[in-house]
């Protein structure tokens, strides 16, 4: 059995390409990283554009959200996802969010129903007060 952690993307981007992981450039983005990376588990990168990211990836900026997508464009970034995902998790697995619902909202119950384990650690949490969990976990 094996973790698989997922965080999302954020706004705040450099203005040039970068490797994903270096790309994003929030506070929140920045702690959310150093806390998977201190696990030492599997991660990646819920983009809004690309879908499923790899850290060392290398992306362009962009401007895309979930938040100005359909509900019918949200559930097709989903199932673009959920095709990235398969080869990374199976029955038995875990895969934590550290992203808000729009990123959530379909991939939790199709997870579920692959028999995945789901774990939202920072779920109904504002956002001063997951930096604040962030802050604390990655002492």
Do not use: N
Request: glycine share 4%.
């Amino acid at each position: 059995m094996k973790t698989l952690y997922l965080v999302s993307c954020v706004a705040q981007k450099r203005e040039a390409g970068a490797q994903a992981q270096d790309l994003y450039l929030s506070a929140w983005f920045r702690k959310a990283r150093r806390y998977v990376e201190s696990k030492r588990a599997t991660w990646r990168i819920l983009s809004a554009k690309y879908g499923v990211l790899e850290p060392a990836s290398l992306v362009e900026p962009y401007e895309q959200t979930l938040s100005k997508m359909s509900t019918i464009e949200r559930r097709e970034w989903a199932r673009r996802v959920l095709m990235d995902l398969r080869p990374l998790v199976v029955e038995g697995d875990t895969v934590i969010f550290l992203a808000g619902s729009r990123y959530r909202e379909s991939l939790v119950p199709a997870l579920r129903e692959m028999a995945v384990h789901v774990e939202v650690p920072m779920e109904g949490l504002q956002i001063g007060r997951q930096l604040q969990w962030l802050d604390r976990v990655v002492s």
